[in-house]
């Protein structure tokens, strides 16, 4: 089996841009079981971000990548499940996005969708 193709998922150390360490860690566990259940395994990874919010205010945070590998078929099956789980994250963690990357290219969920 070649899995060639990866899913990174940025979880937020801040809850509406206050660190709260249980909520980043419930998500990272729920990220953890979400990822093996659709692909099989995944990994989580702690590593410190950065993100300039759209009002300017610069937040730094630790963050943690949960990241997983799968084939073509599984990236286009389970992709619009991975965005509506970080769509998920930005709700319930009142961020302004949550980061996802497939394939090297990162992709901002937001909360809601944003006007053309």
Do not use: W
Not at 70 to 88: C, I, P, S, W
């Amino acid at each position: 089996m070649r899995l060639n193709k990866i899913i990174r998922l940025y979880v937020p150390g801040t809850v509406d841009n206050r660190r709260n360490r249980e909520e980043q860690e419930a998500y990272v566990d729920l990220a953890l079981e979400t990822f093996t259940d659709l692909f099989g395994g995944a990994t989580a990874m702690e590593a410190k971000g950065a993100y300039r919010l759209e009002s300017g205010v610069l937040v730094k945070e630790p963050i943690v990548l949960v990241y997983t590998f799968t084939d073509e078929e599984g990236l286009a099956k389970h992709r619009e499940t991975v965005e509506e789980f970080a769509k998920r994250i930005a709700i319930e963690m009142v961020q302004e996005c949550v980061s996802v990357e497939f394939e090297g290219e990162l992709y901002f969920i937001y909360p809601e969708a944003k006007a053309a």
